[in-house]
Each structure stands twice: as structure tokens, then as C-alpha cells.
């Protein structure tokens, strides 16, 4: 007979070969949930997943409002929409964007060296062009 397993955790006593018990393993699971998350500026805890969604939400809406503004000066396909209503649009999705990217904390240091390397690369590219 093998001797009773328990929990390394809390003691409480386990199937064998498990080390840890179920109400440990969510403890442990919420814990690495609290570490994901971000504080916002509004003082509530938001879930870094809420935040990647909100940014490709708003990546949605900055795509819709360029397109917009762009329709409105090409004129090719009339649109209803003033020039200074497409702008404020412009505007207010950057400010969207802008927003989630800056509640998700990401390294400026590392997206500064990416934005060097990129701006390189595509002044490159138009000194190549005929
Ligand atoms: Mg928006
Ligand atoms: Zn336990």
C-alpha cells in the first residue's frame, strides 16, 4: 500500500501523482491571470486580452476612418461626409489607437529601434525608385 500523497502546496490530500490539488491549481492559474493584466490610466484593472482586442478594434476603425478622409479628397466615389468630419474621424482613431498602445506598455525602446530600422528601409527604397 503507498502512503497517502498530499497537496506540496497546502497539504490537503491528493490522488497519487497529481503533487498539487485542484483548488491549488487555480490558485496558481489566477495568479498568473492577475500578473497579465494592466492598470489603466482610469485606475481599473483591465486584462491584457481586453486591451489586444480594444487595439485591433480601434486598428479597425483608424483603417476605416484613413480610407474615409482619402475618399473624401480623391472624390473619384463621391461620399456625404465633409472633409472636417473625415479629419476629426482621423483624429479621434489615431487618439483610439494611441490610447491602447500606450495601456498595454510596450517597450518605446524596442518600437523606436523597429520604427529606425523601417524608416531606413523605406527611404531605401524610394531612392530606388525611377
Ligand atoms: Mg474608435
Ligand atoms: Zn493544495
Known amino acids: 500500500m503507498s502512503s497517502e500523497e ?5 497539504g490537503e490530500i491528493i490522488p497519487e501523482g497529481a ?6 491549481r487555480f490558485a496558481e492559474h489566477e495568479k498568473r ?4 493584466k494592466a492598470e489603466t ?6 486584462p491584457v486580452c481586453e486591451l489586444l482586442a480594444g487595439l485591433a478594434e480601434e486598428c479597425g476603425e483608424l483603417t476605416q476612418a484613413a480610407l474615409k478622409l482619402r475618399r473624401v479628397w480623391d472624390g473619384t466615389n463621391p461620399t456625404p461626409t465633409s ?9 479621434e ?3 483610439d489607437v ?3 498602445i ?21 527611404k531605401k527604397r524610394l531612392e530606388g525608385k525611377p
Open 6 to 10: 498530499r497537496c506540496v502546496m497546502c
Open 19 to 24: 503533487h498539487v490539488c485542484l483548488r491549488c
Open 33 to 36: 491571470e492577475q500578473k497579465r
Open 41 to 46: 490610466v482610469q485606475g481599473y484593472i483591465m
Open 83 to 91: 472633409e472636417e468630419v473625415a479629419m476629426e474621424g482621423l483624429y
Open 93 to 95: 482613431e489615431v487618439a
Open 98 to 100: 494611441l490610447l491602447y
Open 102 to 122: 500606450e495601456e498595454l506598455k510596450l517597450n518605446r525602446g524596442t518600437i523606436g529601434r523597429i520604427m529606425g530600422e523601417k524608416r531606413e528601409r523605406w
